[in-house]
């Protein structure tokens, strides 16, 4: 069974449009996760959502929008992209008392030309 | 503010000895989780062992074990009986107690296996 899981694997697009990630937790976790890394493998957290509500915003441009319809999902939608914004993008989720445990979806490939 | 660092961009090792990864830490949380993961060329990220700041005893699972070092703020990866599949990056990562999803990741470690 796919504990955290991430649609599309890969997405290729032009500079300047908008794109969605979905992300779905079937772990029963209340808290989910948007992490981006960069070219040089260095892992950044960039939203947490924890019962639908926004805890963690680092300082990330508001063209990234994080939406979570339920506890299950947490969608990344991402306007106006540009080709810094090329990089791989994990969502993970956990539950938000338990420190032991944080789980990673397979990652999205996001390539801006 | 929380900071993970680990100091070995690569390392190598033979197969079937026992490879140990560093990483240390700082935060003025008193109490926090850290972990170890690893991101085989495929690119998932794989949790391999949680170790809690009170835990009185080493997190051991399977051939990970983690060398928790309270007072040095240390908790080293050690592998031992290295496989080729353990080639990877690996990445240490601490989540403190007052921001819970506070989740910090090291610069990782490739470590290499050789047969």
């Known amino acids: 069974d796919t504990a955290v899981s991430q649609t599309p694997k890969y997405l290729v697009t032009q500079m300047g449009n908008d794109k969605s990630i979905k992300c779905e937790q079937n772990?029963?976790?209340?808290?989910m996760y948007w992490y981006k890394q960069d070219s040089k493998k260095f892992l950044k957290i960039m939203f947490s959502?924890?019962?639908?509500?926004?805890?963690i915003n680092e300082t990330v441009p508001n063209r990234f929008s994080p939406k979570s319809p339920d506890k299950a999902h947490l969608n990344l939608h991402i306007n106006s992209l540009e080709l810094g914004d090329s990089a791989v993008y994990f969502c993970?989720?956990?539950?938000?008392?338990?420190?032991?445990?944080?789980?990673f979806g397979p990652g999205t490939r996001l390539t801006v030309l | 503010a929380q900071k993970i660092t680990q100091t070995q961009p690569g390392m190598f090792v033979q197969e079937k000895e026992a490879v140990t990864l560093d990483c240390t830490y700082d935060?003025?949380?008193?109490?926090?989780?850290l972990f170890w993961y690893k991101q085989p060329s495929s690119g998932e990220m794989i949790f391999l062992i949680y170790?809690?700041?009170?835990?009185?005893q080493n997190a051991t699972e399977g051939r990970y074990s983690l060398n928790f070092q309270k007072a040095r703020k240390s908790a080293n990866l050690v592998i031992s009986a290295s496989q080729l599949g353990d080639s990877a990056m690996y990445f240490c990562?601490?989540?403190?107690?007052?921001?819970?999803?506070?989740?910090?990741f090291g610069a990782g470690t490739r470590l290499t296996v050789k047969p």
């Open positions: 772990l029963g976790h209340d808290t």
């Open positions: 990562a601490m989540r403190g107690q007052y921001n819970n999803n506070d989740m910090r």
């Open positions: 993970a989720s956990s539950h938000f008392y338990r420190k032991d445990t944080q789980y």
């Open positions: 935060t003025s949380d008193p109490s926090y989780g």
């Open positions: 959502y924890n019962n639908k509500e926004l805890i």
């Open positions: 170790q809690g700041s009170y835990d009185q």
